[in-house]
């Protein structure tokens, strides 16, 4: 069959000609056909997943009581665009009682979207010109990023490092990136490392920003996640609003992932182009899921019962890794427990097998343990496990640790 002409006319960012035809297999393409692969073979048996990066369970049923009820009113059936007053107001009491946040302008410094993902597409339209440099922390989520250099931006990676505990390094910025340079984006608790900011970082990160007349843009997505002490928002740095805006999303912190919401708040004039971008972009989410986001940013309870769950499953998860020589450290939120990938594995038959990078140790977790994690080398190797794997009730959540313990039970990992 001849080609079609349409494969002529896609847009270069996306390959130009040569759209869809690179035979290259991507991380997680690979990972999904390695399980595949271990499931046809092991026909059975029980794939442990803690690759997954949403949360395993439901939103609560208060919240989905509260999407059912609104979706019955009238008044919310239509198009929504930058959203009505319920869920701004939710948001500037949120930042107030949950982040120690006060005196957020509902009306002009939050506006909801539908899920920060869609807000990190939308953003670069308002702020990036050609040739404009974006500083990203990297490993990490690269959508910012991606529609940067759709629009003929350039990214600037900063590297997330034990030594430097998982912060990017702001001084290592060479100045002709920084001449050029207009907007920092970060994200904490972070995914993949798990590592927190902290605020002496945040008020550097504020003089930074003054200093090369920056934006910053903090991703909060898993700020609600923590194990110990209150959420740090970028917010409640002094400066923070001048400088920059934070997404916050329900999708980790209430179990929300596939509603899609969440909102930006902060800067003024950001949040109004934000919002001027997003009117041409999207016709916002639906009032009713809005209002059920709402109604858990008033019920921060929920929140909690996730977290301490989370670290439940995170207290055992390292004890098991490091009965078998990881030295896996408990993060102080989020759900990802990031550690350095073992250069080797040792069974106590004698084989030894040894692992060049994180994909290739991924790779043999799935294949002979049926445990799927998922591997970074970007800056260092390192292998994420997310405890977000799927359990009946917290006796299924024990079997399931007993299950890893037992699986990795006759291997010693070497570093
Ligand atoms: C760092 C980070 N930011 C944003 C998102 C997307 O969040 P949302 O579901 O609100 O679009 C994710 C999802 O995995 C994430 O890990």
Not at 160 to 188: G, R, W
Not at 272 to 281: G, L, R
């Amino acid at each position: 069959m001849s080609e079609s002409y349409i494969q002529n006319l896609f847009a270069e960012r996306i390959g130009g000609r040569n759209y869809g035809k690179s035979t290259a297999i991507y991380k997680f393409e690979k990972i999904k056909r390695a399980k595949r692969a271990a499931m046809a073979a092991h026909p059975g048996k029980e794939i442990i997943d803690l690759g997954v990066g949403e949360p395993d369970e439901m939103a609560f049923p208060e919240v989905v009581e509260t999407l059912c009820a609104e979706a019955r009113k009238p008044e919310n059936r239509g198009y929504a665009d930058n959203g009505d007053a319920v869920l701004k107001q939710a948001a500037a009491r949120y930042l107030q009682n949950v982040c120690g946040v006060p005196g957020i302008n509902p009306e002009t410094e939050v506006v909801h979207s539908i899920g920060s993902k869609a807000a990190l597409s939308i953003l670069p339209a308002a702020l990036i010109n050609p040739g404009d440099y974006v500083l990203m922390t990297v490993p990490g989520y690269p959508v910012f990023g991606t529609h940067s250099r759709y629009y003929g931006g350039l990214v600037h990676n900063l590297p997330l490092t034990e030594q430097n505990h998982f912060l990017p390094d702001l001084d290592s910025v060479p100045a002709e990136v920084l001449a050029k340079a207009k907007v920092l984006v970060l994200n904490y608790p972070n995914n993949p490392t798990g590592a927190s900011a902290t605020p002496e970082f945040f008020a550097r990160v504020v003089a930074f920003a003054r200093l090369h007349k920056l934006v910053v843009i903090h991703d909060a997505a898993y700020a609600a996640l923590v194990f110990e002490g209150k959420p740090l928002s970028f917010l409640a740095t002094p400066g923070a609003k001048e400088v920059g805006i934070e997404l916050h999303s329900a999708s980790k912190s209430f179990n929300m992932t596939g509603w899609r919401c969440g909102f930006v708040v902060g800067n003024e004039l950001l949040v109004k182009a934000y919002a001027d971008v997003k009117d041409n972009t999207d016709s916002g989410q639906f009032l009713a899921v809005q209002h059920a986001t709402a109604y858990g940013l008033d019920h921060p309870g929920i929140t909690e019962q996730i977290a301490a769950k989370y670290s439940r499953r995170m207290d055992a998860i390292v004890q098991v890794l490091n009965q078998r020589g990881f030295n896996a450290r408990k993060p102080r939120g989020s759900f990802f427990l990031y550690v350095k990938s073992p250069k080797a594995a040792m069974s106590t038959a004698g084989n030894r097998v040894e692992f060049r990078t994180a994909e290739d140790i991924s790779q043999w977790l799935i294949t002979e343990k049926l445990i799927s994690t998922v591997p970074w080398d970007d800056a260092g190797a390192y292998l994420r496990f997310s405890v977000t794997f799927v359990a009946k009730d917290q006796a299924d959540e024990s079997r399931i640790i007993r299950e890893i313990a037992q699986r990795l039970g006759d291997v010693k990992f070497e570093f």
